[in-house]
Nanobody
Framework: QVQLVESGGGSVQPGGSLRLSCVAS????????IIWYRQAPGQQRESVAS???????KYADSVKGRFTVSRDNAKSTAYLQMNDLKPEDTAVYYC?????????WGQGTQVTVSS
C-alpha cells in the first residue's frame, strides 16, 4: 500500500520558518519526482517546488529565494524548507510523488502565517 505522510505544518508569524516533510512508503521513492503543491481557501492548487529523480529543481516565482526543496532517498523523504514566510503563503501544502504512469498524493498539512 502506497502512503505519503506530510508533517511539519503549523502557525507562524510573518518572517518565520517551517520545514515540511513528506515520508513515502510502498514505492521506490528514488524513482519518483516530487512536487510540492499548496492550496489556499478559494484558490486553485498551485505547484510551488519540484525536484526530479536526478536533481533538477524548479520553484514558483512567488517562493524563489525563500523555499528550498530537497530529498533524502535513503529515508524516502522529501522536504520543503520555508523561510521568510508571508501571510500569502497560508495554505494546505501537499506532497505529490509521480513517475511516468503513477501519481500519489499525501493528505496535506496546514501552514498558517499570521501576526
Amino acid at each position: 500500500q502506497v502512503q505519503l505522510v506530510e508533517s511539519g505544518g503549523g502557525s507562524v508569524q510573518p518572517g518565520g520558518s517551517l520545514r515540511l516533510s513528506c515520508v513515502a512508503s510502498g514505492i521506490p521513492f528514488a524513482q519518483y519526482a516530487i512536487i510540492w503543491y499548496r492550496q489556499a481557501p478559494g484558490q486553485q492548487r498551485e505547484s510551488v517546488a519540484s525536484i526530479t529523480t536526478f536533481g533538477p529543481i524548479k520553484y514558483a516565482d512567488s517562493v524563489k529565494g525563500r523555499f528550498t526543496v530537497s530529498r533524502d532517498n535513503a529515508k524516502s523523504t522529501a522536504y520543503l524548507q520555508m523561510n521568510d514566510l508571508k501571510p500569502e503563503d497560508t495554505a494546505v501544502y501537499y506532497c505529490n510523488c509521480l513517475d511516468t504512469v503513477r501519481t500519489y498524493w499525501g493528505q496535506g498539512t496546514q501552514v498558517t502565517v499570521s501576526s
